[in-house]
Protein backbone atom coordinates (compact mmCIF):
# COMPACT_ATOMS: atom_id res chain seq x y z
CA UNK A 1 0.00 0.00 0.00
CA UNK A 2 2.87 2.28 0.73
CA UNK A 3 5.09 1.14 -1.79
CA UNK A 4 1.85 2.48 -4.27
CA UNK A 5 1.49 5.43 -2.88
CA UNK A 6 4.91 6.03 -3.30
CA UNK A 7 4.87 5.20 -6.57
CA UNK A 8 1.85 7.15 -8.01
CA UNK A 9 3.44 10.53 -6.12
CA UNK A 10 6.58 9.70 -8.51
CA UNK A 11 4.68 9.40 -11.06
CA UNK A 12 2.78 12.43 -10.51
CA UNK A 13 5.97 14.68 -9.97
CA UNK A 14 7.86 13.33 -12.95
CA UNK A 15 4.38 13.63 -15.34
CA UNK A 16 3.94 17.48 -13.74
CA UNK A 17 8.02 18.30 -14.55
CA UNK A 18 6.75 17.01 -18.47
CA UNK A 19 3.62 19.08 -18.90
CA UNK A 20 5.93 22.36 -17.47
CA UNK A 21 8.40 21.48 -20.10
CA UNK A 22 5.61 20.81 -23.12
CA UNK A 23 2.95 23.42 -22.00
CA UNK A 24 3.91 26.00 -23.49
CA UNK A 25 4.78 24.30 -26.81
CA UNK A 26 1.37 23.46 -27.07
CA UNK A 27 -0.25 26.67 -26.34
CA UNK A 28 1.86 27.96 -29.18
CA UNK A 29 0.72 25.34 -31.65
CA UNK A 30 -3.06 25.38 -30.01
CA UNK A 31 -2.80 29.05 -30.91
CA UNK A 32 -1.37 28.71 -34.20
CA UNK A 33 -4.15 26.09 -35.75
CA UNK A 34 -6.87 28.45 -33.99
CA UNK A 35 -5.31 31.27 -36.12
CA UNK A 36 -4.13 30.23 -39.50
CA UNK A 37 -4.22 33.66 -41.08
CA UNK A 38 -1.16 34.41 -38.35
CA UNK A 39 0.69 32.18 -41.48
CA UNK A 40 0.34 34.36 -44.30
CA UNK A 41 1.02 37.77 -41.97
CA UNK A 42 4.02 35.92 -41.20
CA UNK A 43 5.22 34.89 -44.47
CA UNK A 44 4.18 36.96 -47.00
CA UNK A 45 3.20 40.22 -44.90
CA UNK A 46 6.29 40.90 -42.90
CA UNK A 47 9.81 40.39 -44.52
CA UNK A 48 11.70 41.72 -42.16
CA UNK A 49 10.21 38.94 -40.44
CA UNK A 50 12.01 36.11 -42.42
CA UNK A 51 14.93 38.31 -43.62
CA UNK A 52 16.17 38.54 -39.50
CA UNK A 53 15.24 34.52 -39.08
CA UNK A 54 17.72 33.91 -42.28
CA UNK A 55 19.85 36.44 -41.20
CA UNK A 56 19.89 35.14 -37.34
CA UNK A 57 20.22 31.80 -38.65
CA UNK A 58 23.40 32.43 -40.39
CA UNK A 59 25.27 34.26 -37.18
CA UNK A 60 24.27 31.34 -34.97
CA UNK A 61 25.74 28.95 -37.01
CA UNK A 62 28.66 31.16 -37.54
CA UNK A 63 29.49 31.42 -33.93
CA UNK A 64 28.40 27.61 -33.26
CA UNK A 65 31.14 26.60 -36.13
CA UNK A 66 33.53 28.45 -34.85
CA UNK A 67 33.16 27.74 -31.11
CA UNK A 68 33.31 23.93 -32.09
CA UNK A 69 36.28 24.15 -33.91
CA UNK A 70 38.19 26.62 -30.81
CA UNK A 71 36.58 24.12 -28.49
CA UNK A 72 37.71 20.99 -29.75
CA UNK A 73 41.40 21.70 -30.60
CA UNK A 74 41.81 23.53 -26.84
CA UNK A 75 40.02 21.19 -24.94
CA UNK A 76 42.13 18.19 -26.64
CA UNK A 77 45.29 20.08 -26.02
CA UNK A 78 44.57 20.94 -22.05
CA UNK A 79 43.17 17.29 -21.75
CA UNK A 80 45.70 14.94 -23.66
CA UNK A 81 49.42 17.31 -24.64
CA UNK A 82 51.74 18.24 -21.87
CA UNK A 83 51.85 22.20 -21.96
CA UNK A 84 53.84 24.42 -19.84
CA UNK A 85 51.61 26.38 -16.99
CA UNK A 86 48.66 23.94 -18.30
CA UNK A 87 46.96 24.69 -14.59
CA UNK A 88 47.26 28.08 -15.20
CA UNK A 89 45.83 28.31 -18.60
CA UNK A 90 42.87 26.43 -17.08
CA UNK A 91 42.85 28.68 -15.10
CA UNK A 92 42.15 31.81 -16.83
CA UNK A 93 39.69 30.52 -19.23
CA UNK A 94 37.88 28.97 -16.29
CA UNK A 95 37.85 32.62 -14.28
CA UNK A 96 36.92 34.09 -17.80
CA UNK A 97 33.84 31.40 -18.28
CA UNK A 98 32.65 32.32 -14.79
CA UNK A 99 32.62 36.44 -15.86
CA UNK A 100 29.19 37.45 -16.88
CA UNK A 101 28.33 39.29 -19.87
CA UNK A 102 27.84 42.10 -17.38
CA UNK A 103 31.32 42.47 -16.72
CA UNK A 104 32.93 41.31 -20.32
CA UNK A 105 30.15 43.48 -22.20
CA UNK A 106 32.29 46.86 -21.48
CA UNK A 107 36.06 45.38 -22.25
CA UNK A 108 34.70 43.73 -25.37
CA UNK A 109 33.10 47.04 -26.50
CA UNK A 110 36.47 49.08 -26.05
CA UNK A 111 38.41 46.30 -28.09
CA UNK A 112 35.52 46.29 -30.82
CA UNK A 113 35.91 49.87 -31.14
CA UNK A 114 39.55 50.03 -31.08
CA UNK A 115 39.26 47.24 -33.79
CA UNK A 116 36.01 49.40 -35.89
CA UNK A 117 34.28 46.32 -35.78
CA UNK A 118 31.39 47.86 -33.65
CA UNK A 119 27.73 47.81 -35.47
CA UNK A 120 29.00 44.83 -37.64
CA UNK A 121 27.99 41.46 -37.67
CA UNK A 122 31.48 40.49 -36.51
CA UNK A 123 30.95 42.22 -32.94
CA UNK A 124 28.28 39.84 -32.32
CA UNK A 125 30.35 36.61 -33.72
CA UNK A 126 33.83 37.12 -32.34
CA UNK A 127 33.56 37.36 -28.66
CA UNK A 128 31.04 34.70 -28.94
CA UNK A 129 33.25 32.35 -30.63
CA UNK A 130 36.06 32.61 -28.13
CA UNK A 131 34.13 31.99 -25.57
CA UNK A 132 35.77 29.50 -23.04
CA UNK A 133 32.88 27.74 -22.63
CA UNK A 134 33.04 25.38 -25.29
CA UNK A 135 36.97 24.17 -24.30
CA UNK A 136 36.31 23.62 -20.73
CA UNK A 137 33.47 21.50 -21.50
CA UNK A 138 35.57 19.43 -24.20
CA UNK A 139 38.58 19.46 -21.97
CA UNK A 140 36.50 17.56 -19.04
CA UNK A 141 35.34 15.21 -22.11
CA UNK A 142 38.56 14.15 -23.31
CA UNK A 143 39.72 13.80 -20.13
CA UNK A 144 37.47 11.48 -19.52
CA UNK A 145 38.47 9.33 -23.03
CA UNK A 146 41.30 6.46 -21.90
CA UNK A 147 45.09 7.38 -23.65
CA UNK A 148 45.11 4.68 -25.27
CA UNK A 149 42.48 5.28 -27.82
CA UNK A 150 44.99 8.23 -28.63
CA UNK A 151 48.04 6.11 -28.71
CA UNK A 152 47.29 3.78 -31.08
CA UNK A 153 46.02 6.21 -33.68
CA UNK A 154 49.33 8.01 -33.02
CA UNK A 155 51.19 4.21 -33.32
CA UNK A 156 49.08 4.48 -36.55
CA UNK A 157 51.08 7.63 -37.90
CA UNK A 158 47.79 9.84 -37.36
CA UNK A 159 49.00 13.66 -37.52
CA UNK A 160 47.31 15.46 -34.94
CA UNK A 161 44.97 17.18 -36.96
CA UNK A 162 43.69 13.95 -38.18
CA UNK A 163 43.84 12.24 -34.98
CA UNK A 164 41.50 15.51 -33.44
CA UNK A 165 38.49 15.10 -36.20
CA UNK A 166 38.72 11.42 -36.95
CA UNK A 167 39.39 10.09 -33.82
CA UNK A 168 39.00 12.31 -30.78
CA UNK A 169 35.55 14.18 -31.45
CA UNK A 170 34.09 11.29 -32.88
CA UNK A 171 34.79 9.52 -29.64
CA UNK A 172 33.95 12.64 -27.54
CA UNK A 173 30.89 13.18 -29.83
CA UNK A 174 28.61 13.93 -27.02
CA UNK A 175 30.24 16.43 -25.18
CA UNK A 176 30.80 18.19 -28.77
CA UNK A 177 27.07 17.49 -29.19
CA UNK A 178 26.64 19.60 -26.18
CA UNK A 179 28.60 22.25 -27.21
CA UNK A 180 26.80 22.71 -30.41
CA UNK A 181 23.52 23.01 -28.70
CA UNK A 182 24.51 24.82 -25.58
CA UNK A 183 25.93 27.71 -27.86
CA UNK A 184 24.01 27.51 -30.47
CA UNK A 185 20.98 28.12 -28.36
CA UNK A 186 22.78 30.48 -26.22
CA UNK A 187 23.41 32.48 -30.02
CA UNK A 188 19.95 32.23 -30.87
CA UNK A 189 18.61 33.96 -27.58
CA UNK A 190 21.13 36.85 -27.19
CA UNK A 191 19.82 40.06 -26.33
CA UNK A 192 22.62 42.36 -24.48
CA UNK A 193 25.88 42.06 -27.10
CA UNK A 194 23.25 43.61 -29.83
CA UNK A 195 21.97 46.15 -27.40
CA UNK A 196 25.04 47.35 -26.73
CA UNK A 197 27.64 46.51 -29.80
CA UNK A 198 25.29 47.31 -32.49
CA UNK A 199 23.64 50.97 -32.62
CA UNK A 200 21.76 50.69 -36.31
CA UNK A 201 18.66 49.20 -35.05
CA UNK A 202 17.86 47.93 -38.50
CA UNK A 203 20.81 45.08 -37.70
CA UNK A 204 19.05 43.94 -34.34
CA UNK A 205 18.61 39.86 -34.62
CA UNK A 206 15.40 38.27 -34.31
CA UNK A 207 15.84 37.63 -30.58
CA UNK A 208 15.45 41.38 -29.87
CA UNK A 209 13.14 41.96 -32.66
CA UNK A 210 11.03 39.79 -31.34
CA UNK A 211 10.09 41.78 -28.40
CA UNK A 212 9.58 44.69 -30.77
CA UNK A 213 6.57 42.96 -32.30
CA UNK A 214 2.91 43.72 -31.17
CA UNK A 215 2.18 41.39 -29.36
CA UNK A 216 -1.39 42.21 -29.52
CA UNK A 217 -1.41 40.97 -32.90
CA UNK A 218 -1.89 37.23 -31.68
CA UNK A 219 -2.15 35.58 -35.41
CA UNK A 220 1.16 37.04 -36.15
CA UNK A 221 2.85 36.57 -32.42
CA UNK A 222 1.46 33.30 -32.37
CA UNK A 223 3.13 32.13 -35.92
CA UNK A 224 6.12 34.11 -35.49
CA UNK A 225 6.79 32.50 -32.03
CA UNK A 226 6.43 29.48 -33.10
CA UNK A 227 8.36 29.72 -35.91
CA UNK A 228 11.56 31.06 -33.85
CA UNK A 229 11.29 27.97 -31.67
CA UNK A 230 11.71 25.94 -34.98
CA UNK A 231 15.89 25.76 -35.19
CA UNK A 232 16.71 24.60 -31.71
CA UNK A 233 13.89 22.33 -30.83
CA UNK A 234 15.08 20.53 -34.31
CA UNK A 235 18.75 20.70 -32.81
CA UNK A 236 17.52 19.29 -29.53
CA UNK A 237 15.33 16.38 -31.63
CA UNK A 238 18.64 15.34 -33.23
CA UNK A 239 21.46 15.59 -30.62
CA UNK A 240 18.91 14.64 -27.37
CA UNK A 241 20.69 11.40 -26.58
CA UNK A 242 23.94 12.57 -27.01
CA UNK A 243 23.42 15.65 -24.38
CA UNK A 244 21.98 13.24 -22.05
CA UNK A 245 25.21 11.12 -22.17
CA UNK A 246 27.58 14.15 -22.74
CA UNK A 247 27.21 14.61 -18.61
CA UNK A 248 28.49 10.97 -17.52
CA UNK A 249 31.84 11.61 -19.79
CA UNK A 250 32.33 14.86 -18.33
CA UNK A 251 32.02 14.07 -14.83
CA UNK A 252 33.70 10.75 -14.89
CA UNK A 253 37.20 12.11 -13.88
CA UNK B 1 56.46 11.20 -38.78
CA UNK B 2 58.63 8.13 -39.98
CA UNK B 3 60.18 7.77 -36.94
CA UNK B 4 56.95 7.57 -34.84
CA UNK B 5 55.82 5.19 -37.15
CA UNK B 6 58.67 2.55 -36.33
CA UNK B 7 58.73 3.09 -32.88
CA UNK B 8 55.50 3.19 -32.14
CA UNK B 9 54.07 5.23 -29.26
CA UNK B 10 56.26 8.32 -29.34
CA UNK B 11 56.73 8.80 -25.33
CA UNK B 12 56.35 5.21 -24.10
CA UNK B 13 59.03 3.75 -25.98
CA UNK B 14 62.84 3.32 -25.21
CA UNK B 15 64.37 5.59 -27.37
CA UNK B 16 67.25 7.49 -27.16
CA UNK B 17 67.24 9.88 -24.88
CA UNK B 18 67.90 13.29 -27.48
CA UNK B 19 65.77 11.75 -29.77
CA UNK B 20 62.50 11.20 -26.52
CA UNK B 21 63.31 14.73 -25.84
CA UNK B 22 62.89 16.20 -29.47
CA UNK B 23 59.50 14.07 -29.68
CA UNK B 24 58.25 15.43 -26.64
CA UNK B 25 59.08 19.12 -27.67
CA UNK B 26 56.95 18.23 -30.45
CA UNK B 27 54.35 17.20 -28.45
CA UNK B 28 54.91 20.10 -26.61
CA UNK B 29 54.37 22.54 -29.50
CA UNK B 30 51.65 20.76 -31.16
CA UNK B 31 49.53 21.10 -27.75
CA UNK B 32 50.40 24.79 -28.19
CA UNK B 33 49.38 25.18 -31.06
CA UNK B 34 46.22 23.35 -30.49
CA UNK B 35 45.29 25.70 -27.81
CA UNK B 36 46.24 28.88 -29.47
CA UNK B 37 43.29 30.04 -30.75
CA UNK B 38 41.16 30.00 -27.83
CA UNK B 39 44.06 31.75 -25.78
CA UNK B 40 44.58 34.56 -28.40
CA UNK B 41 40.76 35.00 -28.89
CA UNK B 42 40.07 35.08 -24.76
CA UNK B 43 43.24 37.17 -24.34
CA UNK B 44 42.56 40.17 -26.74
CA UNK B 45 38.65 39.91 -26.49
CA UNK B 46 38.53 39.56 -23.04
CA UNK B 47 42.00 39.58 -20.60
CA UNK B 48 43.68 42.58 -21.96
CA UNK B 49 40.61 44.62 -22.74
CA UNK B 50 39.72 44.43 -19.05
CA UNK B 51 43.11 45.60 -18.20
CA UNK B 52 42.21 48.69 -20.35
CA UNK B 53 38.64 49.04 -18.04
CA UNK B 54 40.54 49.04 -14.66
CA UNK B 55 42.83 51.98 -16.09
CA UNK B 56 39.39 53.64 -17.13
CA UNK B 57 37.52 53.04 -13.96
CA UNK B 58 40.54 55.21 -12.04
CA UNK B 59 40.13 58.21 -14.95
CA UNK B 60 43.04 56.63 -17.40
CA UNK B 61 41.15 56.09 -20.83
CA UNK B 62 39.11 57.88 -24.05
CA UNK B 63 42.47 60.41 -24.03
CA UNK B 64 41.85 61.47 -20.59
CA UNK B 65 44.62 60.71 -18.01
CA UNK B 66 44.41 62.19 -14.80
CA UNK B 67 44.51 59.66 -12.57
CA UNK B 68 41.19 60.08 -10.39
CA UNK B 69 41.92 58.09 -7.78
CA UNK B 70 38.90 56.26 -6.66
CA UNK B 71 36.65 58.81 -7.38
CA UNK B 72 34.68 57.34 -9.75
CA UNK B 73 33.87 54.22 -7.61
CA UNK B 74 32.65 56.49 -5.00
CA UNK B 75 30.18 57.87 -6.85
CA UNK B 76 28.96 54.46 -8.21
CA UNK B 77 28.58 53.30 -4.90
CA UNK B 78 26.32 56.16 -4.04
CA UNK B 79 24.39 55.71 -7.14
CA UNK B 80 20.66 54.32 -6.06
CA UNK B 81 20.67 52.63 -9.72
CA UNK B 82 23.99 50.88 -9.03
CA UNK B 83 23.01 49.96 -5.31
CA UNK B 84 19.70 48.43 -7.04
CA UNK B 85 20.76 46.39 -9.44
CA UNK B 86 23.57 45.32 -7.69
CA UNK B 87 21.35 44.43 -4.86
CA UNK B 88 18.43 42.67 -7.31
CA UNK B 89 21.17 40.89 -9.05
CA UNK B 90 22.84 39.17 -6.03
CA UNK B 91 19.30 37.92 -4.29
CA UNK B 92 18.62 36.65 -7.86
CA UNK B 93 21.92 34.67 -7.35
CA UNK B 94 21.10 33.64 -3.52
CA UNK B 95 17.74 32.43 -4.32
CA UNK B 96 18.24 31.15 -7.45
CA UNK B 97 21.51 29.02 -7.51
CA UNK B 98 20.25 26.50 -4.54
CA UNK B 99 17.04 26.73 -5.68
CA UNK B 100 18.14 25.31 -9.06
CA UNK B 101 20.31 22.69 -7.98
CA UNK B 102 17.86 21.19 -5.43
CA UNK B 103 15.26 20.88 -8.09
CA UNK B 104 17.27 19.56 -10.13
CA UNK B 105 18.54 16.75 -7.47
CA UNK B 106 15.15 16.40 -6.91
CA UNK B 107 13.83 16.01 -10.26
CA UNK B 108 16.81 13.31 -10.95
CA UNK B 109 16.62 11.25 -7.80
CA UNK B 110 13.19 10.87 -9.13
CA UNK B 111 14.01 10.03 -12.71
CA UNK B 112 16.92 7.36 -11.20
CA UNK B 113 13.71 5.88 -9.18
CA UNK B 114 12.35 4.21 -11.76
CA UNK B 115 8.40 5.31 -11.89
CA UNK B 116 6.29 5.40 -14.27
CA UNK B 117 6.27 8.32 -16.54
CA UNK B 118 10.30 8.48 -16.67
CA UNK B 119 10.61 8.11 -20.45
CA UNK B 120 8.29 11.02 -21.03
CA UNK B 121 9.76 12.83 -18.44
CA UNK B 122 13.35 12.16 -19.84
CA UNK B 123 12.58 12.92 -23.53
CA UNK B 124 10.89 16.49 -22.90
CA UNK B 125 13.00 17.69 -19.72
CA UNK B 126 15.54 19.87 -22.38
CA UNK B 127 12.52 21.52 -23.90
CA UNK B 128 12.66 24.73 -22.01
CA UNK B 129 16.50 25.11 -22.39
CA UNK B 130 16.27 25.13 -26.24
CA UNK B 131 12.78 27.39 -26.38
CA UNK B 132 13.51 30.65 -27.33
CA UNK B 133 13.43 33.16 -24.98
CA UNK B 134 11.07 35.42 -27.28
CA UNK B 135 8.53 32.98 -27.40
CA UNK B 136 8.21 32.10 -23.62
CA UNK B 137 8.15 35.35 -22.75
CA UNK B 138 4.61 35.86 -25.37
CA UNK B 139 3.16 32.75 -23.73
CA UNK B 140 3.75 34.38 -20.15
CA UNK B 141 2.37 37.82 -20.76
CA UNK B 142 -0.32 36.14 -22.32
CA UNK B 143 -0.74 34.06 -19.43
CA UNK B 144 -0.11 36.90 -16.67
CA UNK B 145 -1.76 40.03 -16.81
CA UNK B 146 0.37 42.76 -16.93
CA UNK B 147 -0.70 44.57 -13.60
CA UNK B 148 0.96 41.58 -12.17
CA UNK B 149 4.37 41.99 -14.27
CA UNK B 150 4.54 45.71 -13.56
CA UNK B 151 4.47 44.97 -9.61
CA UNK B 152 7.26 43.86 -7.22
CA UNK B 153 5.61 40.57 -8.29
CA UNK B 154 7.76 40.46 -11.76
CA UNK B 155 10.68 38.86 -9.42
CA UNK B 156 8.73 36.03 -8.56
CA UNK B 157 7.76 35.35 -12.56
CA UNK B 158 11.41 36.23 -13.35
CA UNK B 159 12.88 32.85 -10.72
CA UNK B 160 10.59 31.09 -12.28
CA UNK B 161 11.19 31.54 -15.48
CA UNK B 162 15.12 30.86 -14.37
CA UNK B 163 14.31 27.54 -12.75
CA UNK B 164 11.71 26.61 -15.35
CA UNK B 165 14.49 27.09 -18.03
CA UNK B 166 17.53 25.59 -16.57
CA UNK B 167 16.37 22.91 -14.07
CA UNK B 168 16.54 20.35 -17.00
CA UNK B 169 20.36 20.29 -17.67
CA UNK B 170 21.15 20.62 -14.21
CA UNK B 171 18.84 17.44 -13.74
CA UNK B 172 20.91 15.51 -17.00
CA UNK B 173 23.82 16.53 -14.64
CA UNK B 174 22.71 14.60 -11.50
CA UNK B 175 21.52 11.74 -13.45
CA UNK B 176 24.87 11.45 -14.98
CA UNK B 177 26.20 11.56 -11.73
CA UNK B 178 24.40 9.30 -10.23
CA UNK B 179 24.72 6.78 -12.64
CA UNK B 180 28.08 6.55 -12.19
CA UNK B 181 27.55 5.20 -8.37
CA UNK B 182 28.14 1.80 -8.31
CA UNK B 183 25.52 0.28 -7.08
CA UNK B 184 27.17 -2.33 -4.80
CA UNK B 185 27.57 0.89 -2.45
CA UNK B 186 24.34 0.91 -2.23
CA UNK B 187 23.85 -3.08 -1.44
CA UNK B 188 26.52 -2.86 1.25
CA UNK B 189 24.59 -0.23 3.15
CA UNK B 190 21.75 -2.05 2.78
CA UNK B 191 23.22 -5.10 4.52
CA UNK B 192 24.82 -3.04 7.14
CA UNK B 193 21.16 -1.79 7.86
CA UNK B 194 21.37 1.62 6.86
CA UNK B 195 17.85 3.07 5.44
CA UNK B 196 17.10 5.02 2.28
CA UNK B 197 17.15 8.64 3.82
CA UNK B 198 21.01 7.43 5.77
CA UNK B 199 22.17 6.18 1.97
CA UNK B 200 21.09 9.33 0.41
CA UNK B 201 22.94 11.42 2.85
CA UNK B 202 26.37 9.33 3.39
CA UNK B 203 26.81 7.78 -0.19
CA UNK B 204 24.49 9.40 -3.00
CA UNK B 205 24.87 13.35 -1.61
CA UNK B 206 29.21 12.59 -1.44
CA UNK B 207 29.63 11.57 -4.29
CA UNK B 208 27.43 13.60 -6.07
CA UNK B 209 29.83 16.15 -5.53
CA UNK B 210 31.19 16.66 -8.73
CA UNK B 211 27.76 16.98 -10.53
CA UNK B 212 26.86 19.88 -7.69
CA UNK B 213 30.20 21.71 -8.55
CA UNK B 214 29.74 21.84 -12.25
CA UNK B 215 25.72 22.51 -11.72
CA UNK B 216 26.46 25.31 -9.25
CA UNK B 217 29.01 26.83 -11.98
CA UNK B 218 26.12 26.56 -14.87
CA UNK B 219 23.61 28.00 -12.57
CA UNK B 220 25.96 30.98 -11.79
CA UNK B 221 26.52 32.15 -14.99
CA UNK B 222 22.79 31.24 -16.21
CA UNK B 223 21.30 33.58 -13.18
CA UNK B 224 23.31 36.41 -14.80
CA UNK B 225 21.63 35.83 -17.92
CA UNK B 226 18.09 36.15 -16.68
CA UNK B 227 18.67 39.73 -18.03
CA UNK B 228 16.71 38.31 -21.09
CA UNK B 229 13.56 37.65 -20.14
CA UNK B 230 13.87 40.77 -17.72
CA UNK B 231 14.55 42.78 -20.45
CA UNK B 232 11.77 40.85 -23.11
CA UNK B 233 9.15 41.30 -19.93
CA UNK B 234 9.50 44.77 -18.63
CA UNK B 235 11.95 46.63 -21.35
CA UNK B 236 14.28 49.45 -20.51
CA UNK B 237 12.90 50.58 -17.78
CA UNK B 238 11.10 47.59 -15.83
CA UNK B 239 9.74 47.68 -12.27
CA UNK B 240 12.28 48.40 -9.86
CA UNK B 241 12.28 44.99 -8.54
CA UNK B 242 13.49 43.42 -11.52
CA UNK B 243 15.79 46.26 -12.48
CA UNK B 244 19.47 43.77 -12.89
CA UNK B 245 23.05 45.16 -13.38
CA UNK B 246 22.53 44.88 -17.35
CA UNK B 247 19.79 47.39 -17.35
CA UNK B 248 21.91 49.78 -15.28
CA UNK B 249 25.05 49.17 -18.08
CA UNK B 250 22.82 49.96 -21.03
CA UNK B 251 21.77 53.23 -19.34
CA UNK B 252 25.26 54.15 -19.39
CA UNK B 253 26.08 52.65 -22.46
CA UNK B 254 23.67 55.03 -23.86
CA UNK B 255 25.55 57.65 -22.13
CA UNK B 256 28.57 56.77 -23.43
CA UNK B 257 29.63 57.23 -19.51
CA UNK B 258 32.99 54.51 -19.96
CA UNK B 259 34.28 55.52 -16.18
CA UNK B 260 31.09 54.21 -14.89
CA UNK B 261 30.57 51.17 -16.64
CA UNK B 262 34.06 50.22 -16.58
CA UNK B 263 34.07 50.90 -12.83
CA UNK B 264 31.06 48.78 -12.56
CA UNK B 265 32.49 45.83 -14.48
CA UNK B 266 35.54 45.97 -12.44
CA UNK B 267 33.37 45.97 -9.36
CA UNK B 268 31.47 43.13 -10.27
CA UNK B 269 34.30 40.55 -11.73
CA UNK B 270 36.09 41.41 -7.98
CA UNK B 271 34.05 39.10 -5.96
CA UNK B 272 33.81 36.40 -8.84
CA UNK B 273 37.71 36.65 -9.89
CA UNK B 274 38.55 36.13 -5.53
CA UNK B 275 35.80 33.43 -5.22
CA UNK B 276 37.04 31.63 -8.46
CA UNK B 277 40.86 31.92 -7.93
CA UNK B 278 40.84 30.68 -4.16
CA UNK B 279 38.27 27.63 -5.11
CA UNK B 280 40.94 26.68 -8.16
CA UNK B 281 44.04 26.79 -5.42
CA UNK B 282 42.16 25.10 -2.91
CA UNK B 283 41.85 22.37 -4.88
CA UNK B 284 45.10 22.75 -5.96
CA UNK B 285 46.63 22.09 -2.44
CA UNK B 286 43.55 19.24 -2.35
CA UNK B 287 45.42 17.19 -5.27
Known amino acids: ?253 | MQQSKKNGPIWTNKIRPAKRLSLLKRRVLTGGLLILPILLGTLIFFVLPFAMVIGYSFGLGGGRTRFAGFSIYEKLLQSGSFLLAAGNTIKFLALGVPLLLAMGLALALLLHGGFPGTRLCGRTILLPLVLPIASIVMVVEWLIPAPVLESSSAFPVLLALYLWKNCGYITVLFLAGLSLIPSELYAAAAMEGADRPRQLWYITLPLLAPSFAFSAVLGVINSFKSYREAFLLGGKYPHESIYLLQHFLNNNFENLNYARLAAASVLTALPIVLVTVCILLFQRRRT
Not at chain 1, 125 to 132: D, E, H
Not at chain 1, 134 to 149: H, K, V, Y
Request: hydrophobic share 55%.
Open chain 1, 1 to 253: MKKTIRKCAGSLALLSAAAAALGPVFYLLWGCIARPQGFFLTFLRTPEYLYKFWNSLGICAAITAGQLVVSCMGGLALAKYPLPCRRFLLGILVVVLLLPLQVTLTPSYLILDRMGLLDTVWALILPAVFSPFGTIIMWMTFRGIPDELMDSAQMDGAGPMKLLWEIMVPAGRTGAASVLLLTFVDAWNMAEQPMVFLRDVSKYPLSVFLASLDRNNFPLSFHSGLLSMLPAVLLLLNFREELMEGGGLMLEK
